[in-house]
């Protein structure tokens, strides 16, 4: 087959394709479904944006609140303790009841999950929890 | 109903003929050919004020249907599959020969890979030159000569010796 058969062949067969007469109205009902995909997908987008940025602050202020009295208490101890004794260890959970404390004991870095920090750092200070 | 673009409606009327043919040598198949159609219109319409302001609303429609169809066969969206043998000859003593005939050639396309159907449609159906058949594709006028050639091979190669002889 050369090229001037391809393109007679394809003007035949091209020439056998029917007609759609509805096709204007099949794109008009085309575009109002992609128009309507797009509006519901802004919309959830919109609803989970504002769903988050409610949900950060509220789930940010709980997680503080009740670490807060656990590491104020801490807090206090360690400033206490801090003038007597230098060379306590430390972690996160202390570093972080050091700094509200205002007052560093130690750099070391040792991190603990916060219930066992808790208990250590107690321990350490030879506290009981409140 | 969304509100229409200036000119689309008439556009689509006037033009629907020469998109469908298009589309169908691209498919294969009417049914496939007629979405393929919808669906380039459809992306079309959200610009068409400024795609007319450009002044070649047919060619960029066209255009937009190639890049739509080489996609949806990316994703494997495709009715037929490429074959090395055809699975029916042509019966010329047939009624229905011409018929055949033509499905005969469609299925020979369909032996293709999309570029090289897509670089056969555009050059020697809607007869654009090399130079435009690689900015519709989006590549090389390099690209688009060796693509030919190698469509042209592969045709040659799989061509149904009773399809050549009526063509002769």
Known sequence: MNSSEVSEALRASGAATDDCPDLFLRVAAGVGRRRRRQRTAVGVALVVTVAVALAVPAVGAGSSGSTV?????????????????RSLPSNSFVRRAEALAGTTCTSAVAVLPAPFAWHHTARRYGLEQP | ????????????????????????????????????????????????????????????VRKVMVNTYTSWWRRAWRAEQPTQTLPELVDLEDEYAATDLHDAFLRLLATLSPRQRAVLVLRFHEDLTEAATAEALGCSIGTVKSQTARALTKLRLHTDPRLAMHDS
């Open chain 1, 69 to 85: 009295s656990a590491e104020g208490y801490v807090a206090s101890s360690v400033r206490d303790s801090c003038a007597s004794d």
């Open chain 2, 1 to 60: 109903m969304p509100q229409e673009p200036q000119g689309f409606h008439d556009f689509v009327v006037v033009r629907r003929h020469g998109l469908l043919r298009t589309a169908r040598l691209l498919t294969g198949d009417q049914y496939a050919a007629e979405d393929l159609t919808q669906a380039a219109l459809e992306r079309v319409w959200p610009r068409w004020e400024r795609i007319v302001a450009d002044g070649e609303p047919y060619a960029y």
